[in-house]
């Protein structure tokens, strides 16, 4: 398994324009491809304020009437200094890259310089996949880092067996393609022993999105 850091510039990107524009920087907390009609992705995103958090939403509820790229938007909780917000975006060149790719994204930063992308891969057909696709759609692509990823006591091999039948289920597609109690009974375990090793593995994978830095 490679850990890969790339940068990305790409002038038209949704994200990418609200970060210089307001001057915020936004880190990716959670990112679910969907299945959905007219949704690429749902995004969690974690987003610094510079006494600017009125413009922002300004600029969102605009944008949820007029851009082709993003449809709807939700603050789930704000401090002084940051705020969370959970959002749809239309059309997204970097879900569409993961998919095709097979790439599982660890985290993802977007800068005023550019928007770094901390992926995973298992061979360099899927990252020059990844770099291909992007490249077509006008992002100019550098790999900053590649290196061997050691995952020591990261997941359990149980809390591993989980997420993959989960994955392959569609438990985490938007809609969701399997209910829990149904893949409980795949499993044959109880459904809340199911939802505890979720929770500690969704857990353990959302705060390695913090890495990047």
Known sequence: MKEIILKANYDEGFLYNISRQFNTSIRVIYFMPSHKENVDA????????NNNYEEILSYFDTAQKTSPYFSFYKVISRTKDKMLVLISLCSSFGSKAI????????GCLIEEDGIYFNLLTSDDDSLYTFIEYLSQCKFKLSILRKQEYNNEDFLTSREKEVLSLAYERGYFCFPKRIKLWELSNELDISVSSLSEVLRKAESKIISQFFSID
Request: hydrophobic share 50%; with cysteine; glycine share 6%.
């Open 99 to 106: 998919i095709q790719s097979g790439c599982f994204l660890k």
């Open 42 to 49: 749902i995004t969690l995103l974690e987003m610094t304020l």
